[in-house]
């Protein structure tokens, strides 16, 4: 069994305004207030990102931004910096989910700037990475991973690398009510740790935890968190609803 501390995340995408995220609160922190050696993390919006930080403060829930730029300042309307993300005490942030890469046309190089100023500003970074329904049937999976990873992480070096968090998401699997069977998701979850292992050696890509992601429920976590490389979850629909997700929180 491995002795990596299992991390859930819920990312709520556009989802939640501030009144909403306190009412969810109001629920679900008294629902896994018991909770031991699992990671809690809620990825909200940017609006949300400062009072769910200050309503969390006296619990274990961590806070991580969905996104964020690789410049500390600057004409990027629409943008948040690490500075910005800093100062309102964000833990963690989601980089390169499959959303950001296909409708806002973040490359693997703009990530690589992405994890660098993450791990510099103090953020753990969530680095996503994914293939689409085509390239699975294609065969192409493995190529597919591979380059996002070994792009993604080039700035880094192995002694940074147990602090960073992967996260596996099939693309044909997000919001689509497919699941990979916890046997493929263990399978490019072990590939993962395989390419890490090569890049950046043993003992350090065996300190990353690994997460999967595409329409987890609490119906397949158990399952999903038997696997050997999956270290948790990023979980996406069944997040919004602070029963459901208490539920994936407590899996075991």
């Known amino acids: 069994m491995s002795n990596r501390t299992p991390?859930?995340?819920?990312?709520?995408?556009m989802y939640k305004t501030n009144v909403e995220a306190a009412a969810y609160l109001d629920d679900?922190?008294?629902?896994?207030?018991?909770?031991?050696?699992?990671?809690?993390i809620l990825c909200p919006s940017f609006?949300?990102?400062?009072?769910?930080?200050?309503?969390?403060?006296?619990?274990?829930?961590?806070v991580a931004a969905q996104n964020m730029h690789f410049e500390q300042e600057g004409a990027y309307?629409?943008?948040?910096?690490?500075?910005?993300?800093?100062?309102?005490?964000?833990?963690?942030?989601?980089l390169g989910h499959s959303e950001r890469r296909e409708y806002f046309n973040e490359t693997d190089t703009d990530l690589a700037r992405k994890v660098v100023e993450a791990l510099k500003a103090g953020f753990r970074p969530i680095l996503c990475c994914g293939e689409t329904d085509e390239e699975r049937e294609a065969g192409q999976t493995q190529e597919k991973i591979k380059r996002?990873?070994?792009?993604?992480?080039a700035?880094?070096?192995?002694?940074?690398?147990?602090?960073?968090?992967?996260?596996?998401?099939?693309?044909?699997?997000?919001?689509?009510?497919?699941?990979?069977?916890?046997?493929?998701?263990?399978?490019t979850s072990k590939f993962i740790r395989e390419i890490l292992a090569a890049q950046f050696?043993?003992?350090?890509?065996?300190?990353?935890?690994?997460?999967?992601?595409?329409?987890?429920?609490?119906?397949?976590?158990?399952?999903?968190?038997?696997?050997?490389?999956?270290?948790?979850?990023?979980?996406g629909g069944a997040s919004l609803a602070a029963s459901d997700?208490?539920?994936?929180?407590?899996?075991?």
């Open 7 to 13: 991390i859930i995340a819920g990312n709520w995408k």
């Open 77 to 94: 309307t629409g943008e948040v910096s690490p500075p910005m993300l800093k100062e309102i005490g964000i833990d963690d942030v989601v």
């Open 155 to 187: 700035g880094i070096d192995a002694a940074q690398l147990a602090t960073v968090v992967i996260a596996y998401e099939p693309i044909w699997a997000i919001g689509t009510g497919k699941t990979a069977t916890p046997q493929i998701a263990q399978e």
């Open 47 to 62: 609006t949300v990102l400062s009072e769910l930080r200050s309503l969390t403060s006296d619990s274990k829930v961590r």
């Open 201 to 235: 050696g043993r003992d350090a890509a065996q300190q990353v935890r690994i997460l999967y992601g595409g329409s987890v429920k609490p119906a397949n976590i158990k399952e999903l968190m038997a696997e050997e490389d999956i270290d948790g979850a990023l979980v």
């Open 245 to 252: 997700f208490a539920q994936i929180v407590n899996f075991r």
């Open 148 to 153: 996002q990873l070994l792009s993604g992480l």
């Open 28 to 40: 679900f922190l008294d629902l896994v207030a018991d909770i031991g050696n699992v990671e809690v």
